[in-house]
């Protein structure tokens, strides 16, 4: 059964830095792409950023120049370092992967809070 588990989150002043990471198991295949969402309260769930298994990566506008996604191939870990943290970034970060059929995994999420 494949698990997706993240760490990393917590509380961080503005402008302070934090590093997800996103550890997959059960499952000895990479997948398609790997990323993270994000949903702040009251708000939908939004895309944050992906990364293919080829290492194309996609962020959103709002997260562009501050955040970077990476991943390690042979641990079927993905990674992002967000830096500039604004409060507006406050959300449960939600670590994703698609596999090569189309399945779609989501962990638990982590809570981040960046305050003013």
């Known amino acids: 059964q494949v698990q997706l588990e993240e760490s990393g989150g917590g509380l961080v002043q503005a402008g302070g830095s934090l590093r997800l990471s996103c550890a997959a198991s059960g499952t000895i295949f990479v997948f398609n792409t790997m990323g993270w969402y994000r949903q702040a309260p009251g708000k939908q769930r939004e895309l944050v950023a992906t990364?293919?298994?080829?290492?194309?990566?996609s962020y959103a506008d709002s997260v562009k120049g501050r955040f970077t996604i990476s991943k390690e191939n042979a641990k079927n870990t993905v990674y992002l370092q967000m830096n500039s943290l604004k409060p507006e970034d406050t959300a449960v970060y939600y670590c994703?992967?698609?596999?090569?059929?189309?399945?779609?995994?989501w962990g638990p999420g982590t809570q981040v809070t960046v305050s003013s």
């Open positions: 994703y992967a698609r596999g090569w059929d189309g399945y779609e995994y």
């Open positions: 990364i293919t298994n080829g290492g194309v990566t």
